[in-house]
């Protein structure tokens, strides 16, 4: 029987990743690569038009509409919600992996790992399959047992406190969830609250210590 290789579309900002998973991927005669891009924009934009398998894309792209990540999987669902999703990243943070597992996506793929684990991810999103690396894996195992403080934010207060360790301000923020000024500020008064933060500073520090800041 003849294996059909998979409709992947690939998707990163950097063109040194692109050349390797796309690398990884056919060379593995596990995919067929029918499409690329390098912003968010252009991800949403291609996957109307071109009908594909699985996507395999990097969890933040700058340059788009949407700039982050949770919104930009968000949207993938909303418009896709049947399409098999893989991410690869850089983070080191449990509680956003959580959030991105919590969009249906079904394969996490660390970049420092060997990229010839991205076959074995595409295969197990298409038929509904969690792959998640060793290392993340690992990390989310220890935050699952010892219960870490982002365990104390809501899904929003989370996405409020990593925008504004990126440099947005509340005004931006507000203006990108539809919400008003005032929501998006008690927004974050109760995650510095909860978390025990007196400043921006330390904002800023606890999102870069605990792997926010990608």
Do not use: W
């Amino acid at each position: 029987m003849n294996f059909q290789p998979l409709r992947v579309f690939l998707a990163d900002d950097h063109p040194i990743v692109l050349i390797g998973a796309r690398a990884a991927l056919e060379q593995s005669r596990t995919a067929t690569i029918i499409g690329e891009a390098r912003s968010t924009d252009e991800v949403i934009r291609e996957l109307s038009r071109l009908p594909c398998d699985v996507l395999v894309t990097d969890f933040t792209m700058p340059g788009g509409e949407l700039d982050d990540g949770i919104g930009y999987l968000r949207v993938v669902r909303e418009t896709h919600p049947a399409l098999p999703v893989v991410v690869m990243t850089m983070m080191a943070n449990p509680g956003i992996m959580e959030q991105i597992l919590s969009l249906g996506v079904l394969g996490l793929v660390d970049k420092a790992d060997d990229l010839e684990l991205l076959p074995l991810a595409v295969r197990s999103a298409v038929v509904g399959r969690l792959f998640v690396s060793k290392g993340l894996r690992d990390l989310l195992s220890i935050h699952r047992t010892s219960g870490g403080t982002q365990d104390k934010l809501s899904p929003r207060e989370m996405e409020v406190v990593r925008l504004l360790a990126a440099g947005l301000g509340v005004n931006q923020i507000a203006e990108k969830f539809g919400k008003s000024i005032k929501t998006v500020s008690r927004q974050k008064m109760q995650a510095m609250r909860k978390l025990g933060l007196a400043n921006n500073v330390e904002l800023y520090q606890y999102a870069r210590e605990n792997g926010m800041i990608i």
